[in-house]
């Protein structure tokens, strides 16, 4: 089960408090032995709460609760196990959700419908929520509003390394700030990412202006990367807004007064997604694919996405090789419009193929250099349209199938 | 390059010489050295042709050839070079595959237009057709009607097995013969797959019908495979008809006299299907996925590819994990109607998941065996609807890291 940590992997940022988030974890042995299995957080009052999840047919139980506490659009409590999604756990695992939202709405003193539930893990199995139950009265009683690389940790589970991201942000000139912490690793594409992604703020803002802004930001950071093709069924993205800043009201519309906040949350959704991407199963990659002159920004994002998940550009990334031609392949396969004779392929910045033929005599050199880096940039440029999309994804390597070919033993 | 022999691997069958058919391979050392890289084939005078091609919008230059040539209905000669696909190859590409046909013509006397080309290797570099050429009329002299495993093992890549089917049936008494041979192995998925198929009969049939034939038997057979969900530049499916055989006139429509050839044929086409993917790249283990219970039978096919094509799914097979959680996710990820609580997988005929959750205390046992097994079956009903299909595909393995991580070294 242990990986080596991700060649890609980032540190952990500073992560100071915010106001009206209380946060801590535990080990309730749900799965895993020895290590924190359970993270809680405690909303202010007044929390407004969003939320973007998976487009999964086979959703997990904890994201039929979700969905349906949304609609209040306010939260007082988080709860997040991992080790056992709870999905595909028939009548039980619903009851298991509620159970687990019941008995955190008993200790924070809020209802049952304000509390948040994810699950993350193995698919299946019936969530041993006693076991939840016992412990969350010493986690809640342990709550501090400084322990978020625990709560990061706790959440993870074939992540090698926990993710976060924070900035901070003006509105009407008082200070605010943004935290996310996130886990991802395989099952990872959109819409959205295999993650779980957690983002609080101490701004006050309305559930509904909440939501818009959520949404805009996802189309442009977890519904833009992809590690293996595979959508999971727990995908949940909830940012919590506990209003505890002291900031000038902010009109339902948003407006200019957001466009610092909203700047700021789109760089942590951004920069969580990406942290996902290089903590991808087995990446020692991470492969950013650049799709310009397509006749849309949404044929654009296809064909960038064909080329993100096909096993033979990954494989020749993994492999060091500048071979452009599986890159075309993948161009054609996307079923979207594109003209052989016009298409143009980069790797690191070198034009090795323009308007359907290779370019003769181009400088190989500073390619191979490129692709021995951690970092890869493929640029596709069809030549159709003004239509653009980025993406990014990770390397297919030994190591994936080391991971997933054991994953439950 | 060289890999061991697929475990999946199945015998060449004996090949009987078909009327009107002589072929033969010869080592043009167009990449390979050391092998046959080249393969032709001459056809009796009165050959009616019926042809398949990728879908993929960046195809190779042969492929623009043969669907200008298939016009005409009338085929001469075949030749194949294995090494270069010359694909991505600008105008050179095209002027490339015209003089190969002219060669070819002016050693069979007939017209270019009724020579057909087909080139399966590398992606985007020139072909060096003056190779090919200087080679050729030497292979011609050659031709024979017994050297089917020198063609068949001509036109391999990283296959690891030459690959040929055939079957005999009657047509209004008379006994007619059918016989094909393909190489694929990676670049594997519908429509096409990654492949090259060559199929000959002596039956006499006009070539619109044969290629009613041939596209119906396709559905049934290369469109349902899939190695690693990318689709070549190059897949050819050519079929061609001799009219050598001594049989009554079949009318323009075909009809009940032809039951038995379509059944043969679709016999040929469907082992040649199976034999590319038990020769995919690494793999170790035959997959069938049978979805049924689905809105339409197309609906059906997309949710056993989005299986089929999961590195999720096909990595548990390879680590013989009956981990059917992942079948629920790659079910949902589909974007096909599907009702988690209605949803039924079984693996090895054993039924693990019911009705939207495990089945209690179901017998692992078998379901353990079966999965050590070179055969595995997935059954997944939706139970929605009447609709169904069969996909195969193989499990993702290190070996197809291996091959892949490396192909042009």
Redesign the interface.
């Known amino acids: 089960m242990a990986h080596a940590v991700s060649p890609l992997a980032l540190p952990l940022p500073a992560l100071p408090p915010i106001g009206g988030v209380r946060l801590g974890a535990a080990a309730a042995g749900i799965r895993y032995v020895g290590r924190d299995d359970l993270m809680m957080v405690e909303l202010a009052r007044g929390t407004t709460v969003a939320g973007v999840f998976t ?5 997990g139980a904890p994201i039929d609760w979700c969905r349906g506490a949304l609609k209040g659009g306010k939260a007082r409590a988080l709860v997040v196990n991992a080790g056992n ?1 709870n ?7 619903a009851e298991a959700v509620k159970a687990s939202a019941e008995a955190a709405a008993r200790l924070v003193g809020c209802r049952a419908r304000e509390v948040f539930i994810a699950s993350t893990g ?5 969530l041993p929520v006693e076991k939840l139950e016992a412990a969350l009265p010493a986690l809640h009683a342990s709550l501090s509003d400084e322990a978020w690389e625990r709560a990061a940790r706790a959440i993870m589970t074939t992540d090698t390394f926990p993710k976060a991201a924070t900035r901070t942000a003006e509105i009407g000139g008082a200070e605010v700030r943004i935290t996310g912490i996130a886990k991802g690793s ?2 990872i ?1 959109p819409d959205m990412a295999t993650m779980l992604a957690f983002v609080f703020t101490d701004a006050k803002l309305p559930a509904p202006l909440l939501q818009r802004l959520l949404s805009r930001g996802v189309a442009r950071s977890f519904n833009c990367i992809t590690v ?6 727990s995908d949940t993205l909830l940012l919590f807004a506990t209003g505890a800043a002291a900031h000038p009201r902010v009109p339902a519309e948003g407006g200019p007064i957001l466009r610092g906040f909203r700047a700021a949350l789109e760089a942590v959704l951004h920069e969580l997604a990406l942290l996902v991407v290089r903590d991808g199963e087995g990446a020692q990659k991470l492969i950013k694919v650049s799709v310009r002159g397509a006749v849309s920004a949404r044929s654009a994002r296809r064909v960038a996405l064909s080329i993100a ?4 550009v990954k ?2 990334i ?2 060091e ?1 500048a ?4 890159i ?14 016009r ?1 143009s392929v980069a790797i690191g910045g070198v034009w090795m ?1 323009r ?4 370019v003769e005599g181009y400088d190989e050199r500073p390619v191979v250099a490129h692709l021995k880096g951690h970092e890869v940039e493929i640029t596709v440029d069809l030549g159709l349209g003004r239509g653009e999309a980025t993406v990014w994804t990770c390397d ?3 190591a ?2 080391d991971i ?6």
């Open positions: 487009n999964n047919k086979c959703p999604s999905v595909f756990t028939g009548r039980a695992g193995v698919i299946g199995q019936r395989g099952m594409a293996d093709s595979d959508t999971s069924t998940n096909s096993p033979l494989t020749a993994a492999g090789d071979n452009w031609g599986r075309v392949m993948a161009v054609g396969k996307a079923g979207e419009p594109a003209d052989r004779d298409l193929a308007n359907g033929a290779v297919l390597t030994h994936y199938i997933n070919g054991s994953y439950r033993s």
